[in-house]
């Protein structure tokens, strides 16, 4: 396993000053985690403020989405390049909130990837099946289809060795119903399987983290999975208590390994 990963997804919450605090308050507690890597993803508008309160510290800024394309006439499109001009190192990709309400595809979730790449961005690939999926069995056949158009690039798949692929099961995502850790790791290992088959380092170094509901409460038992690497973390990511929590499990579970 990796370094454990957090990410904190804010979604479209919070006011400048709202930001700030919960940023100041999670830099402030930043020692009792610090063999984890921690990333917050605020809305677009407050990553300026974000990064500098995260500067000189361990924790990262991150955004929750980015263009597929690179600069040009996009109107209300955000460019790759402009996000790690802002100090982003890490940027959401086919979040299951995108791919339902603002129709992205899984081809364009590449284009995502790959462009945040290039800029020198982390881009952290959401994939997840809907409650009726998991209910006809076909979780691993929707995962297969949203991670197809990266493994059939081969000059994608090595840019996963250095990747995070985020197993969000869109039926946990803000319903308080969480994935219980065995079939988190079901999950994680059929993707770390898939990857294996293009390119075993890969398979091997590309963080696969959960998210879904993850609380301070079901944390340890999610993070103790030998396929999950960290969380994507929603709703307790805009609590600063609970997000410090969660970030320690994963810090004990390091230690522990
Ligand atoms: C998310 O939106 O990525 C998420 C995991 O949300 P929540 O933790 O609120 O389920």
Redesign the pocket.
Known sequence: MGKPLVLG?W?MHGTQRSAHALALGVVARAAEFSHVDVGLCPPFVHIPTVAAVVFGSAIRVGAQNVSERGEGAFTGEIAATMLRELGCTYVLVG?S?RRQGYAETNAGVVAKYVHAHAAGLCPVL?VGETLAERQTNATETVIESQLEPLVARPDVVALLAHGVI?Y?PVW????GETATPAQAQSVHAFIRRRLAAVGPNVAQSVRIVY????KPVNANELFAMPDVDGG?????ALKIEDFVAICVSAEQLRRGR
């Open positions: 997804n979604k979040h909130e959401c985020a969000e946990a995502i803000g319903t998210g879904g509901s993850v994507l973390i929603g709703g307790a």
